[in-house]
């Protein structure tokens, strides 16, 4: 796995919502292929981070780059344009999203909603999006839920169907913000199962959780987010086993009680 | 615990007697009151009608009549036509309500204001006589037409109707985004969609859930709203009917070939609002059999 160019790339990112500061100068670099995960208490920023780089928020300062491509600018001389809808839009192709609260298109069915973003983005031919999608509804093992509507699905059954809408566009880089929160505690391990197949081959992942024991299985990388800032970052063995900082030990302490 | 006291055994005891006993349903006199109340009073309204001065043979005689069916088709098309044109108004003018841009924002709250804040009868009058103001209309040295030419009743008509209820219409289109979760719109973003796109694929789409049924209702007051045109000559079919009992003073005979004709037209409606909503409720709860998805995927 090469470290550089790193896939997402984040510098001195500030976020602010009025008066809260939901991200203060984070940066962070993310290797090809690598999975990273990012804990931290609720209200950390940890999900704002994520929604900045999938431009769901407008960054206030610093600035980020996917895959070489600054994003959400463009550079004229000493100053950055913002970019506009289309050009966002065709950014955020790099860049897939899964939800908390999933957030299937309640009107189609499974497959609809994952041939969805194929057929009118990437104008792809209906016949191979649908072919495209079943190999992916078999690879999250819902095959036979095709054309069940999102509300004839269970929490987990949601998810995968989430994660394969995600994985159809063929982004670059996979975001999952707590991916698992949502779900009643015994569809966490079909979900984590997926996430960990993709792991295996070879996506990048950025992966905003509350699993540590996933994260510790998993993850190249996690980063321990407190108030808007990236506390301590490393291998999962020392920051989710034996943390230097007193918050993340504190965090873990009450993550595990 | 300690042993039951005596009388709780003996409730035991009859529990299991009562247990064997028949069942008599309840019932409900009222209902049977209430029925033969009602369908006195609807036999004597037959009857009324029966009895009254009615030439039911001219009813039958002007209920095809060419000018009264005529006057039906007018009704007809213009309903749609001004649905038509008031539905893309109000999807229009709900998406620039709802827009970050001032000007926009501004624009639409505007329209709403002006045409929601003045009687449609006003509103008529002021197309057909827009010529008082504008006696030419077009681009000045390429196309001109004489605003009279323009204005006919049918144009000033469906601009009246049609402005009028896209003012009413952009509402509850907003009302119908309103609905739909953010995290739909979040979704079909982060897969790469532009904010048109969005609205067309996956918020208006949820949206017609919320829509319909208002805007069905609307439908269904277009058809007789129509009938306001008369003021300004349009010919519709309760204009028709009037000069037909002008003529020859069979007033109560030409109401009812009128009023039988909207009904059918607006049950014709209804039962087209009841399929609408059913194939817009796809993915909301009640399960359908799967034979009815074939096709449209």
């Keep these: 796995m090469s470290l550089y160019p790193p896939m997402v790339a984040v510098r001195d990112v500030t976020k602010v919502f009025g008066s809260f500061k939901a991200l203060s100068s984070v940066s962070m670099e993310i290797a090809r292929g690598s999975v990273q995960c990012i804990i931290g208490p609720s209200g950390s920023g940890k999900s704002t981070f994520l929604r900045c780089i999938n431009q769901l928020e407008k960054i206030d300062r610093g600035a980020m780059c996917v895959d070489g491509e600054l994003i959400g600018f463009r550079r004229v001389g000493d100053v950055l344009h913002e970019l506009t809808d289309a050009e966002v839009a065709r950014q955020r192709l790099a860049t897939a999203m899964v939800f908390q609260r999933f957030n299937l298109f309640s009107h189609l069915s499974a497959l609809e909603n994952i041939i969805e973003g194929p057929i009118t983005v990437l104008n792809r031919p209906r016949a191979e999006a649908v072919d495209e999608a079943m190999a992916l509804l078999e690879r999250v093992g819902l095959p036979e839920k095709r054309d069940a509507y999102p509300i004839e699905l269970s929490g987990g059954q949601q998810q995968r169907v989430a994660i394969a809408r995600a994985m159809a566009m063929r982004p670059k880089v996979m975001l999952f913000d707590e991916p698992t929160s949502a779900l009643d505690p015994e569809l966490v391990g079909e979900v984590l199962a997926v996430m960990r197949d993709l792991a295996a081959s070879g996506t990048t992942m950025i992966v905003v959780t509350h699993e540590l024991a996933f994260a510790r299985e998993v993850a190249e990388d996690v980063a321990f987010m407190d108030k808007g800032e990236v506390v301590e970052r490393g291998p999962p063995a020392v920051v989710l086993s034996k943390p230097n900082h007193s918050r993340t030990q504190d965090f873990i302490a009450a993550v595990l009680r | ?297």
């Design chain 2, 1 to 297: 615990m300690s042993a039951p006291p005596p009388s709780s055994v003996k409730a035991m005891r009859d529990l299991a007697e009562v247990a064997g006993l028949r069942i008599v349903p309840r019932r409900f006199y009222g209902r049977w009151i209430a029925a033969i109340l009602i369908l006195g009073v609807f036999a004597w309204i037959v009857k009324a009608f029966a009895d009254g001065q009615i030439a039911w043979n001219v009813v039958a005689q002007f209920f095809t009549a060419p000018a009264i069916l005529s006057g039906l088709v007018n009704t007809v098309i213009m309903t749609a036509c001004a649905m038509a044109l008031g539905i893309t108004l109000g999807v229009i003018f709900a998406v620039m309500y709802m827009s970050p841009n001032p000007v926009l924002r501004g624009s639409a709250l505007f329209y709403i204001w002006f045409f929601r804040g003045t009687p449609l009868l006003l509103q008529l009058l002021l197309w057909f006589n827009l010529a008082l103001v504008f006696p030419k209309l077009g681009i000045p040295g390429l196309l001109e037409m004489r605003t009279v030419d323009v204005m006919t009743p049918f144009v000033a008509t469906l601009l009246g109707l049609g402005m009028n209820q896209g003012a009413y219409t952009a509402e509850v289109i907003r009302s119908g985004i309103l609905s739909v979760d953010a995290g739909q719109t979040e979704a079909a973003k982060s897969i790469g969609m532009t904010r048109l796109t969005v609205l067309r694929r996956v918020v208006l789409p949820q949206a017609m859930r919320v829509i319909i049924p208002p805007v069905g209702n609307e439908f269904i007051s277009m058809v007789k709203l129509t009938s306001i045109a008369s003021v300004i000559q349009y010919s519709e079919i309760l204009r028709n009917a009037q000069t037909i009992y002008y003529a020859n003073a069979r007033v109560i005979e030409l109401l009812i070939v009128a009023a039988a004709w909207y009904l059918m037209v607006v049950t014709l409606l209804q039962l087209g609002q009841f399929f609408l909503e059913r194939h817009f409720s796809k993915g909301r709860g009640e399960r359908r059999p799967r034979a009815d998805l074939g096709g449209k995927t």
